[in-house]
């Protein structure tokens, strides 16, 4: 019977194993094709100060629309595309959009408006990768200090010298540096005491319950002041509903992002949002 048993608990996990194989490995194949077939495009999702409701900035987030996987989630391709490199390609890509969009909304309704881009580790620790950013900064004439980028603590943890360097280098042109997803990790904290961060985002999976769990609320206010002791400015990501946002304002969060605001929006629509909300 032992024996049965054992046999199926390994059956079980080759299947399943194969089956997590089979679509990594499909969606690495589609995935090396998507940029040259244009099957990627960059969503921007509004980013609101939470005192005044305006909008003050976006977050650009990749879609990707496969021809034959259909939508896939950027949760399920982004880890893909860092551990096959072809993030650094799709990286550049990501900016360029991101940056040629910040400079039309730049010049056409001359906006203080600040855009912000995620970063994922194997891109940050190019070595070029500071240039490849002065070089689009300079061609999209965008000022350093309308550009955040976002990282995980996953950039810090390797602990390499070139991460180090690279984050100087970055901040010191101007560019802010934000902790994403804050809180889902482990130290965090020390992170944000040793390098050089601007921004801390609260990651939603906390904001999801402070409306019915009183430690969550205790623990998004405790990231708060712990934010502004650090002289970080503090984001809440993942807001949906009024409730939350009014604790949000209690807590002095000072921005926010949500589908309460806004899903991230294909340009154009984007565009829209700005003009409705008398934003241009
Ligand atoms: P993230 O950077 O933490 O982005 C926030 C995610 O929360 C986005 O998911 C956004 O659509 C979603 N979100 C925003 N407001 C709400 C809300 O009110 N409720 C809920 N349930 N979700 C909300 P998305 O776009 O699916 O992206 C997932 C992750 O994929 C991102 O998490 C980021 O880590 C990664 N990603 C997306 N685009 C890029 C990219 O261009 N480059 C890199 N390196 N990573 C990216
Ligand atoms: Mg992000
Ligand atoms: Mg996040
Ligand atoms: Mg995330």
């Given at each position: 019977?032992?024996?049965?048993?054992?046999?199926?608990?390994?059956?079980?996990?080759?299947?399943?194993?194969?089956?997590?194989?089979?679509?990594?490995?499909?969606?690495?194949?589609?995935?090396?094709?998507?940029?040259?077939?244009?099957?990627?495009?960059?969503?921007?999702?509004?980013?609101?100060?939470?005192?005044?409701?305006?909008?003050?900035?976006?977050?650009?987030?990749?879609?990707?629309?496969?021809?034959?996987?259909?939508?896939?989630?950027?949760?399920?391709?982004?880890?893909?595309?860092?551990?096959?490199?072809?993030?650094?390609?799709?990286?550049?890509?990501?900016?360029?959009?991101?940056?040629?969009?910040?400079?039309?909304?730049?010049?056409?309704?001359?906006?203080?408006?600040?855009?912000?881009?995620?970063?994922?580790?194997?891109?940050?620790?190019?070595?070029?990768?500071?240039?490849?950013?002065?070089?689009?900064?300079?061609?999209?004439?965008?000022?350093?200090?309308?550009?955040?980028?976002?990282?995980?603590?996953?950039?810090?943890?390797?602990?390499?010298?070139?991460?180090?360097?690279?984050?100087?280098?970055?901040?010191?042109?101007?560019?802010?540096?934000?902790?994403?997803?804050?809180?889902?990790?482990?130290?965090?904290?020390?992170?944000?005491?040793?390098?050089?961060?601007?921004?801390?985002?609260?990651?939603?999976?906390?904001?999801?319950?402070?409306?019915?769990?009183?430690?969550?609320?205790?623990?998004?206010?405790?990231?708060?002041?712990?934010?502004?002791?650090l002289n970080l400015t503090v984001v809440a990501e993942g807001i949906e509903t009024e409730e939350q946002y009014h604790l949000l304002n209690e807590l002095n969060c000072d921005y926010g992002q949500g589908y309460l605001f806004s899903k991230p929006l294909p340009q154009k629509e984007f565009e829209q949002l700005l003009a409705e909300q008398n934003f241009?």
């Amino acid at each position: 019977h032992s024996k049965d048993r054992g046999r199926n608990i390994y059956h079980f996990y080759t299947e399943q194993m194969n089956h997590d194989m089979n679509r990594r490995l499909k969606i690495e194949e589609q995935l090396r094709n998507a940029l040259k077939l244009g099957e990627l495009e960059v969503y921007f999702q509004p980013v609101i100060e939470i005192r005044t409701r305006k909008i003050v900035g976006a977050e650009a987030l990749l879609r990707w629309k496969n021809s034959i996987l259909g939508q896939v989630s950027p949760d399920e391709f982004i880890p893909i595309a860092e551990q096959t490199s072809l993030i650094v390609s799709i990286g550049e890509y990501v900016i360029e959009n991101a940056f040629s969009a910040a400079q039309k909304w730049q010049q056409t309704y001359n906006l203080q408006f600040k855009i912000a881009i995620n970063v994922s580790p194997k891109q940050f620790r190019e070595n070029n990768f500071v240039e490849v950013l002065n070089i689009k900064l300079e061609q999209y004439q965008i000022h350093p200090t309308s550009v955040e980028l976002e990282i995980t603590e996953g950039v810090l943890l390797s602990g390499d010298d070139i991460i180090e360097t690279n984050l100087r280098s970055i901040h010191d042109i101007g560019v802010n540096i934000a902790m994403d997803d804050f809180g889902t990790g482990y130290s965090s904290l020390s992170y944000l005491r040793s390098y050089p961060f601007d921004t801390l985002k609260v990651d939603k999976s906390f904001v999801n319950d402070i409306t019915v769990d009183p430690a969550d609320l205790e623990l998004v206010g405790a990231a708060v002041a712990m934010g502004h002791a650090l002289n970080l400015t503090v984001v809440a990501e993942g807001i949906e509903t009024e409730e939350q946002y009014h604790l949000l304002n209690e807590l002095n969060c000072d921005y926010g992002q949500g589908y309460l605001f806004s899903k991230p929006l294909p340009q154009k629509e984007f565009e829209q949002l700005l003009a409705e909300q008398n934003f241009l």
